[in-house]
């Protein structure tokens, strides 16, 4: 998340009130809602009442505002990034979009810590469907916020459910790597992490859980060389942020 503050900002000035002035009506019918069934201090009743009733959903470009979302997660406006997706939720009609949706918005909540929604968001997107493109990012999301909401067993479960969907997925075979190395099943471990390095996923952190396992098996020396790696490769990456800046 940033540290942005709220800004100030100027209203418009609009066209003023008639003369005579007629007066006007805070509560007017369109936008009544059930305090019942709403929180009536919550600012989006009125926003998300005005989505329903004014936009019509063929006016709405999902695919635009699954950008939108993703744009506020690549500059860490992350609440911001779930408002969208839930937007995207609502309007899209196509399953594949609204899987994305879901998917994203459930990486959204995990960035805010916000486990028990991720896990929500991801499980809703494999109910639409658990077979789909999109669905080994999810089997591998799910797992990853269920380890951080203490559920591991649950997380290893779908670990391997992701590489089942996708063997060529290498996030997926780091993943269960890493639970496994938890759970002190060392060289399976390595096997996995050794397939996310074959996939071309040989970053820092697979260099790092791969060292971890061999020293538990053992091997020392080989586990040294990966951990000078790691140590090079986020050297280079720190000095290339810093360029950047």
């Not at 004014?54 to 695919?63: F, G, K, L, M, N």
Request: proline share 4%.
């Amino acid at each position: 998340m940033t540290d942005d503050e709220p800004r100030d900002h100027e209203f418009s000035e609009g066209q003023g009130f008639g003369d005579p002035y007629e007066g006007f009506d805070l509560d007017p019918p369109e936008l009544d809602v059930d305090p019942g069934a709403v929180d009536p201090i919550d600012s989006r009743v009125v926003a998300d009442t005005l989505d329903r009733r004014q936009i019509p959903a063929e006016d709405v470009d999902v695919e635009e505002l699954l950008d939108v979302g993703l744009e506020y997660m690549r500059i860490d406006r992350h609440e911001q990034a779930v408002d969208a997706f839930d937007r995207v939720v609502q309007f899209a009609d196509d399953g594949g979009i609204k899987q994305e949706a879901w998917i994203n918005k459930g990486v959204a909540h995990a960035e805010l810590e916000e486990f028990q929604p991720a896990i929500d968001a991801y499980r809703e997107a494999l109910r639409i469907d658990s077979d789909s493109e999109h669905a080994a990012s999810a089997e591998t999301n799910l797992a990853y916020a269920l380890w951080n909401s203490g559920q591991g067993e649950k997380a290893l479960e779908h670990a391997e459910r992701a590489v089942e969907i996708d063997p060529r997925f290498p996030q997926g075979w780091y993943n269960r790597g890493f639970f496994l190395l938890e759970r002190g099943l060392a060289e399976d471990a390595v096997s996995c992490f050794d397939n996310a390095l074959r996939l071309g996923q040989r970053s820092a952190d697979v260099l790092e859980q791969k060292a971890r396992a061999l020293e538990e098996i053992g091997e020392d020396e080989r586990a040294e060389e990966l951990a000078e790696e790691a140590e090079e490769i986020r050297g280079a990456a720190e000095g290339r942020l810093v360029e950047e800046q």
